[in-house]
């Protein structure tokens, strides 16, 4: 229902006034009532809006306009449409998510008000793992209160599964889709066909005391990706280039080293089922148990080519083009291409159980118990495989690549070199399977230094691929004891006591192996039970080569594998368990008063957290027999916290809201920054073996810190909302985050000598001489980094009936936020903060259709990428511009009987095929990473009856 107080013109024009940053003053007039009956994404904004009204808090909300359909195909899809949230792109799907600029990580979820374990290598939630059609609503607490147990400094996402009793009638829903990638694959053993079903039942049963809801979703979805990586921005060896007629070498130029590109196909599956029960025999007991279960899979290739250039592997190369300090054009020839038919697999399972039970002590006084336990597990197994023209040093192997190359806005475009010609890649008389290049690095031994294990370790010719394999596991459990009475003090209107219990643990075993042929010394084809076709690099200029299945191969057994673990520091020193027990004490007094004849509401309250934290892992050297020793190490610590907050909410009128909130907050540490482990590494790199100075020496090792405290934030909050209609608004708010607390990347000096062995670590050149130096840099990280976050968030929603009734039905959704920030003196970015972030959405419904089309914008910002081992470090993503539409008719307005309750919808995602750009510091000409996705279509069908 929509009721109007004011003039549709002078509304209007309110509006717009506030947005712009006018001020519009009008007479106000009788006051006018229109009844009009809603659905559809017009209903999801007026029951949003009206959530977000009654919050104590500041907060943004998403519902479902019907049982299993929210407005989008993802919660973080809905969820990146939020003023002050931004989505972030993974592979081509909206998977992360931004808060007020902190990514994932630092913001607390909760599965209906219990904190929610990941899928991911820490803390953050991967938002799209979560079905949208087991989801009724999300609430995004921006300002916490105390009764908010799991928090963070970006804020709190509360996903909210459907509870029966609410509902006023059965529900049977039934959703299903067909989607399509806009991307034709690249690899011929996959295709861009994909779907979703999902089916959900509600019902109450014995007079409406006990409700049960099940929701089950299914899913299969494709997606196609095209991804130039680029490597090795270096300085220009003057000596060994050819120039082009008029081309001169400045200081400083640097060139690109080479590239390892692909073009990935995968397929995602997902199961899930949510089950809920509730009892409430009388008004003084409710128990609700509820349960999710999912089960994730996804299968990628990964092919392409790894090539050197300029500098790495190739006999000559030539600049014809230098501009700024960057060379943008040349060729190079005398280097052997790697065929790279990476795979990957990976599988999750999570599962969460729930059992709350409210009790009414007496008209005053209720207690609620609340108990929960969840469980999650996620194995990856990632392999590279290697062919080419034969076995590097091999006597027959075959003749090199050539190619010329210029520098595009995307990377790098690659043609035919004038003079020299390339080998056919499709070959598969030519194309060996085996490593092109000598890559052995630890599998390769030093003499007088032979494996003693029955697993021989071969020379670098032997690694033909190589295998990660980490497991994550992690459980949690919970229990909370609440006491809620109404008590009437002063302006305190009731109180809230309660305790809370979570015992956490999490663990990583960083599994990897070296792969070997079994035809070496010698090299062989691609066995043909595992040729798949061709597959081709056609977008940067490189076309077809040959496609075989990698997985299934080392499925198989066919390679023979080295354990990692032996020989690389990196895979114990990875490994770990962390445990960690929260007790959480918290009071919070809700307050009511008047002032000045205008409605004062609010919170008033404090947590009080003990932790207890627990690291155990692995130090892992390189022992005298070349092969690692890994000694067992744990660490701990305890700390407390005191964490006060106020939520005040001032009704200046109906429609007219001030807030403001002052708290502060916490966010707890990544779980990878609490592994108490070192490794220790050394560079065979002959310039920092031959350096003296201890910060580019030879030496190094990190660890973690098993005694870090969380992350601090001091917290001010100022917002205005002005509810013009019960589905339009227009809100502003400023946020400020004094970062008290950030970990660093902390580094010490400090002697290697204990580790030294003479006949191992010294030059390629000269067998016997030691290092330079015997110091290195040992990294860590370390609490003490200060700093802030700081932004304004302005949201419009406009109906435009209020304009005129002929546009009833039409309106737009505009928000913007705009942040800055920084850590530290060196002024480093704060993960997932983008400076401007914006959104548009405009929708039209009449008579049953419906038309949508949005689009979002965020400017660049830190994110993380995957380097070697899988390990995640920092890059800088560009940002990127979005836009997706929607089209749908519901047949319940058609005024046919039988179609009551049937809808259906298409839905384009990624109209404009947005790529994803990330490159080296200072420079966007410098491109490490460029990826193309293409549009992703879906044909829906809801019928709920």
């Not at 009638?169 to 011929?188: C, F, H, Q, T």
Request: zero cysteines; glycine letters at 10%.
């Amino acid at each position: 229902m929509i009721k109007s107080k004011y003039h549709p013109l002078k509304v209007w024009a309110s509006t717009i006034g506030l947005v712009a940053g006018s001020q519009f003053v009008y007479a106000q007039e009788e006051p006018m009532t229109e009844e009009v009956i809603v659905t559809g994404f017009r209903s999801v904004l007026m029951q949003s809006q009206a959530i977000k009204r009654e919050n104590s808090s500041i907060s943004e909300v998403i519902t479902a306009e019907d049982i299993g359909k929210l407005p989008d195909t993802s919660v973080a899809e809905s969820l990146a449409r939020l003023p002050g949230l931004a989505g972030e792109r993974r592979n081509g799907r909206t998977s992360g998510l931004s808060v007020r600029g902190f990514n994932e990580n630092y913001v607390g979820t909760t599965l209906n008000g219990r904190e929610l374990l990941g899928m991911g290598d820490n803390r953050g939630v991967e938002y799209d793992l979560y079905p949208a059609e087991i989801i009724n609503s999300v609430v995004v607490t921006k300002t916490p209160d105390a009764s908010i147990i799991t928090q963070g400094i970006g804020g709190t996402v509360d996903l909210r599964t459907i509870r029966p009793l609410e509902k006023d009638d059965r529900v049977l829903a039934i959703n299903g889709s067909y989607e399509m990638n806009g991307m034709k694959s690249a690899n011929p053993d996959y295709d861009d066909k994909g779907h979703r079903v999902a089916f959900t039942y509600s019902d109450k049963f014995m007079d409406d005391t006990v409700g049960v809801a099940v929701s089950i979703a299914s899913m299969e979805s494709p997606s196609q990706e095209e991804q130039f990586r680029g490597w090795g921005y270096a300085s220009i060896n003057a000596d060994n280039p050819t120039l082009a007629d008029g081309v001169t070498l400045s200081e400083g130029d640097v060139i690109l080293g080479g590239h390892d590109s692909f073009v990935r196909s995968a397929l995602m599956s997902r199961d899930s089922i949510a089950g809920v029960v509730q009892f409430e025999p009388n008004d003084d007991l409710a128990i609700t148990v509820d349960a999710l279960y999912i089960d994730f899979s996804e299968d990628k290739v990964f092919r392409g080519m790894e090539e050197g250039g300029a500098e790495w592997g190739t006999s000559s190369y030539n600049i014809d083009e230098i501009q700024d300090g960057l060379v943008t054009a040349g060729s190079w020839d005398g280097f052997r291409s790697v065929i790279r038919n990476d795979a990957e697999s990976k599988t999750a399972e999570l599962t969460t159980f729930g059992l709350n039970v409210e009790y009414a002590i007496n008209d005053i006084w209720s207690a609620e118990f609340d108990l929960s336990t969840g469980e999650s597990s996620k194995t990856i197994t990632n392999i590279e495989s290697y062919s080419g023209v034969g076995r590097a040093q091999h006597a027959d192997q075959g003749d090199a690549a050539a190619r010329s190359w210029e520098m595009t806005s995307t990377g790098v475009m690659y043609s035919a070199h004038p003079s020299i010609s390339t080998p056919d890649y499709t070959d598969r008389d030519l194309i060996k399977l085996a490593g092109p290049q000598a890559w052995g690095g630890a599998l390769t031994p030093i003499d007088d230094f032979a494996a003693s294990d029955t697993q021989p370790l071969g020379p670098g010719t032997a690694q033909d691929g190589f295998v990660n394999s980490p497991d994550f596991e992690e459980s949690l459990d919970s229990i909370r004891l609440q006491l809620n009475g109404a008590v009437e003090y002063s302006i305190i209107s009731g109180v809230e006591i309660g305790f809370n219990y979570s015992d956490r643990s999490k663990s990583k075993t960083n599994r990897g192996a070296f792969l070997t042929a079994p035809s070496w010394p010698d090299h062989a084809g691609i066995p043909a039970a595992y040729d798949v076709g061709n597959a081709n690099l056609n977008f940067i200029g490189i076309g077809e080569f040959i496609a075989y299945d990698s997985l299934g191969l080392y499925n198989s057994g066919y390679y023979t594998s080295t354990d990692a673990g032996r020989l690389e520091t990196a895979r114990m020193g990875d490994s770990y368990t962390i445990d960690e027990k929260v007790s959480t004490l918290y009071a919070m007094a809700d307050l009511t008063s008047e002032v000045a004849g205008m409605e004062l509401r609010g919170n008033v309250g404090f947590q009080f957290i003990d932790t207890t934290q627990k690291s155990t892992g692995f130090n892992s050297v390189i022992g005298p027999d070349l092969q690692v020793i890994a000694t067992p190490v744990s660490d701990e610590a305890s700390y407390t916290k005191f964490l006060p907050s106020l939520n005040l909410s001032l009704s200046i009128t109906d429609e007219h809201v001030v807030r403001t909130a002052l708290s502060k907050t916490i966010s707890r540490p990544r779980m990878d920054d609490l592994r108490p482990n070192s490794q220790v590494s050394f560079s065979f790199n002959n310039a920092a073996i031959l350096n003296s100075d201890p910060r580019n020496s030879a030496w190094s090792a990190s660890s973690g810190n098993a005694t870090l405290r969380p992350l601090e934030a001091n917290q001010f909050d100022l917002a205005y909302e002005y509810y013009f209609a019960d589905d339009g608004l227009v809100t502003a708010a400023f946020y400020y985050k004094d970062l008290t607390n950030w970990h660093a990347a902390g580094d010490d000096i400090v002697d290697f000598s204990e580790y030294y062995i003479p006949a191992y670590h010294h030059t390629q050149d000269a067998d016997e001489l030691p290092p330079a130096t015997f110091e290195g840099v040992l990294s860590n990280r370390a609490d003490g980094l200060e700093g802030f976050a700081k932004g304004i968030e302005l949201q419009a929603s406009v109906p435009f009936h209020l304009v005129h009734d002929s546009l009833d039905g039409f309106g737009v959704i505009l928000t913007g936020t705009f942040s800055e920030g920084e850590l530290g003196e060196n002024k480093d970015m704060v993960p997932g903060l983008s400076e401007e972030v914006y959104q548009l959405t405009a929708y039209y419904e009449v008579g049953g259709f419906e038309f949508r089309i949005s689009g979002r914008k965020r400017s660049e910002y830190l994110s993380e990428t995957r380097g070697l081992s899988l390990a995640l470090g920092n890059t800088v993503d560009t940002g990127s511009e979005l836009w997706d539409a929607q089209i749908g008719y519901d047949f319940s307005e058609s005024g046919i009987d039988g179609l009551d309750g049937l809808s259906i919808t298409l839905q384009a995602q990624n109209l404009t095929n947005e790529d994803t750009v990330q490159f080296n510091e200072g420079d966007p000409r410098q491109i490490t990473q460029y990826q193309s996705f293409g549009a992703n279509y879906l044909l829906g069908v809801n019928y709920t009856f």
